[in-house]
């Protein structure tokens, strides 16, 4: 009885992560259709699963938005080297080959990582930080980027006039507009300067000169950064100490290898 219920609580549960996928983007779970071939939902899905870090800094739909693309133009490509026997040429099998030996080695070592990694430890890691955490002043703006300062010029006084920002700078940006959060240190300095200067909810009245051109400048908000909760930092932290408990794994795996070295004439290489 319990075989049976667990069976099939566990066929519900992916029958309604099924249906959660198909409506989440797609139609019936397909992302789009190459030559007939589908790409689906879910093979975006695991890619967005298995992207470190990735969960904490965007949504699902907003992954699914701009990987489409290319997981379109992946498909096309594989069809066409698949049509002209790429995948049966000798080059193609010693690069797979290749390949086969890193991702399995990258696979391993997630693997052992993943054994040393735990909550206890993230938490004495994420305690650290919090206890040295001090708030920055951030902005959240957005910009109108030109190449001369006549043309930045030219937007300043349609701003005057009462024009809108964002209607601006779709007609003249060669950069998007949204530039989101951040503190001083993240954009160039004249630009951090220019910035961090104005006042809630103005725009700049000259403009601001950088390697990339002329901005023109809106501070929508200024804030202080906030310590972000554990639970939204266990991406990052565990990154962080990832590499470091990789080559704690390499150095151990290494140590019990039996390896005999020779140099390009063929004579062994002793030990320095």
């Known amino acids: 009885?319990?075989?049976?219920?667990?069976?099939?609580?566990?066929?519900?549960?992916?029958?309604?992560?099924?249906?959660t996928l198909a409506n989440a983007a797609g139609k019936d779970g397909v992302a789009a259709v190459v030559n007939g071939k589908n790409i689906m939902v879910a093979e975006i899905k695991e890619a967005y699963d298995l992207?470190?870090?990735?969960?904490?800094?965007?949504?699902?739909?907003?992954?699914?938005?701009k990987t489409l693309n290319e997981f379109v133009a992946n498909e096309v490509i594989y069809q066409e080297a698949v049509a002209n026997k790429v995948t049966e040429s000798p080059e193609y099998k010693a690069q797979l080959k290749?390949?086969?030996?890193a991702l399995a080695g990258k696979v391993f070592l997630e693997k052992q990582v993943d054994k040393l990694i735990n909550d206890d430890q993230l938490k004495k890691v994420y305690?650290?930080?919090k206890?040295?955490?001090?708030?920055?002043?951030?902005?959240?703006?957005?910009?109108?980027?030109?190449?001369?300062?006549?043309?930045?010029?030219e937007v300043i006084a349609k701003l005057d006039k009462g024009g809108n920002f964002d209607k601006l700078a779709k007609e003249y940006s060669k950069?998007?507009?949204?530039?989101?959060?951040?503190?001083?240190?993240?954009m160039v300095p004249e630009f951090s300067e220019a910035a961090f200067s104005m006042e809630k909810g103005k725009y700049?009245?000259?403009?601001?000169?950088?390697?990339?051109?002329?901005?023109?400048?809106?501070v929508e908000d200024i804030r202080d950064t906030e310590l972000p909760s554990f639970e939204k930092s266990k991406g990052q932290l565990r990154a962080a100490i990832a590499q470091s408990a990789a080559g704690a794994v390499l150095n151990d795996i290494s140590s019990r290898a039996k390896v005999v070295r020779y140099d390009a004439k063929g004579n062994e290489i002793t030990a320095q």
């Open 175 to 186: 950069d998007s507009a949204d530039l989101g959060y951040f503190t001083k240190g993240v």
């Open 1 to 19: 009885m319990k075989k049976s219920k667990i069976g099939a609580l566990a066929l519900t549960s992916m029958l309604v992560l099924n249906a």
């Open 127 to 129: 305690e650290d930080y």
């Open 51 to 65: 992207a470190p870090g990735i969960k904490e800094k965007v949504t699902f739909d907003e992954f699914y938005n």
């Open 204 to 218: 700049s009245k000259s403009p601001t000169k950088t390697k990339f051109g002329y901005h023109v400048i809106l």
């Open 98 to 101: 290749t390949m086969e030996k």
């Open 131 to 153: 206890s040295k955490f001090k708030p920055e002043k951030e902005v959240k703006a957005k910009h109108i980027l030109v190449d001369s300062e006549a043309k930045a010029k």
